[in-house]
């Protein structure tokens, strides 16, 4: 058995290699899933209204959370391979559904195919906050967002090709597939189980919320998770319906804005363990108001690189703010706690994607990229409210 505690870099590429699979589950979802939708006849707001039903337990999270915490006996580890399996199962089904017959049962595989995941990446979370020290919580949250960067920059350039060239059931079995490989790796590691009791949930999670500090973070998380999850959908059906690329070029046009979140995440994640949490996302944020620059995209070449740079300030935002979410999370509650919390960005960014196609029908594709950037004001002027320890300051 490999014993991850001796050293951190079997940490890092542990919760890399976990989140690759959670950013290759999200490529199909994010990127595949809307263009197969519309590929099949489906008007714009169904298909996100459709991907956004199926990635709904990312903002239930906090219904899971508990669960692993509860079942404290039984560590982490059993949590992850068997939401593992589900997740790939699940995709393998998806395979023999024609949405265009069995809508309800596709969309239903694919909300189980994200629970599998789920369960994976709420069990990760509770192992990473227990294992890791406070100065190296920004490289392992930076570790985890390379990783499902990586996985989301192979799944909308290797898997989106395969969808274009083999179709869309080959796209879902190669996903799958990866996903169960990657679950051999948490198979062969040593969990030391750190509780020695049931923690008291119910009381523990009352004490942290009563907290001014937990209930501003909770705020910015939502307040953050609008401002990203406006163009979540948005920006693959751009590409189609404005800019006319196919599946295979779309593609390969994400893969240079999850290449530059992937970098973004590991600065930012590095940055926040040397110069403080908030100063970083200080940074990130106000850098990310280049999202409005999208409305001057008329050309792929244009897109691609505005697209990129996005990419970098989102990766690093992402990295320090799940790092101070860590910083303040209970260990003894810790999948509860930061699911809960994690539950709430979640719930901005996908209860906002689902209907971000109705918006871009209403308000058209640049006025929904600059609420986006003007998002970026309201996220600030919270995170100035939050006090957090001195060192954590600057």
Partial sequence: MIDISKKSWHKYFLFGSLYFSEGLQ????????????LDKGFSLPLATLVAGVGGAP??????????????????????????????????????????????IPFALFLFLSHLGIIYMDVSCDGWAIQISKENERGKVNGAMWAGIFTGMAVGTSVIASIAQV??????????????????????????V??????????????EEFKKRTTQLIALFGIVSGIASGLILFVIPLYMKTILQMD????????????ITLGIGGLLGGALADRWGRKMVLFIF????IVTAALIFANTWQIFA???????FFSGGWMAASCTLVMDITNPKIGATQYSILMSITNFGEEGIGTISGSLVVLLGFGRVFLFSAWMCGPALLILYFIRLKKKDLY
């Fill in 247 to 258: 599946v295979g070029q779309i593609g390969l046009v994400t893969t240079v804005y999850t």
């Fill in 193 to 206: 189980k750190i509780l020695k009791k049931r923690p008291k949930i119910a009381s523990l999670l009352k």
């Fill in 58 to 103: 990312w903002y239930l999270k906090f219904v899971f959370g508990p669960t692993t915490d509860y079942f404290y006996q039984f560590g982490r580890k059993p949590f992850i391979i068997v939401g593992g399996l589900l997740g790939a199962i699940s995709l393998f089904v998806l395979i023999y559904i024609d949405p265009l017959s069995f809508l």
């Fill in 166 to 191: 083999y179709g869309y059931g080959m796209s879902f079995l190669a996903g799958g597939s990866i996903i169960l490989v990657l679950m051999i790796y948490p198979f062969l590691v040593k969990e």
């Fill in 285 to 288: 944020i106000s850098a990310s």
């Fill in 26 to 37: 999200w490529s199909l979802t994010a990127v595949i899933i809307p263009i197969y939708l």
């Fill in 305 to 311: 690189v505005i697209y990129g740079v996005i990419g």
